[in-house]
């Protein structure tokens, strides 16, 4: 199975804003600093997007990259899929995702209400119900 990865979808404010970037894109690129070390596992996973300490949605990794000056592109399909919200601390950077730790994909006929609002599921988790 391939491995995931997490990354907080930084100045985002909402779900708007995170599709938002991903509207008439043919090519998402995100830059790091480094090449993660099982980068090998992870074409054909997924990064998963942290919103408000929620995983939301995810985008297939298509591969990596060299960047300009040392750097590193992830490059992502250009298609943001919905998942199940899960709560997920914050972090710099990436993480690894397991396959069996993520959350999985709502379907297309299920709407966003027929699963708990991130700002429930957030605090749920905060009161360890979740």
């Known amino acids: 199975m391939p491995l995931n990865m997490t990354k907080i979808a930084f100045g985002a404010k909402s779900w708007d804003d995170l599709a938002g970037w991903y509207e008439d894109r043919r090519e998402i690129r995100l830059t790091t600093r480094y090449l993660p070390k099982r ?9 998963y997007w942290i919103l408000d300490h929620t995983l939301v949605a995810r985008s ?18 250009p298609v943001l899929v919905r998942v199940e919200p899960r709560p997920k601390r914050a972090h710099q950077g990436w993480r690894y995702l397991a396959a069996e730790d993520a959350p999985r994909d709502l379907a297309t ?13 957030k605090e749920l988790a905060k009161l360890g119900l979740v």
């Open 39 to 47: 980068h090998a596992e992870m074409v054909g996973g997924s990064l």
């Open 109 to 121: 006929d299920e709407a966003a209400g027929d699963v708990l609002p991130a700002s429930v599921v």
């Open 60 to 77: 297939a990794i298509l591969g990596f990259s060299e960047a300009p000056g040392g750097r590193w592109h992830i490059e992502l399909e």
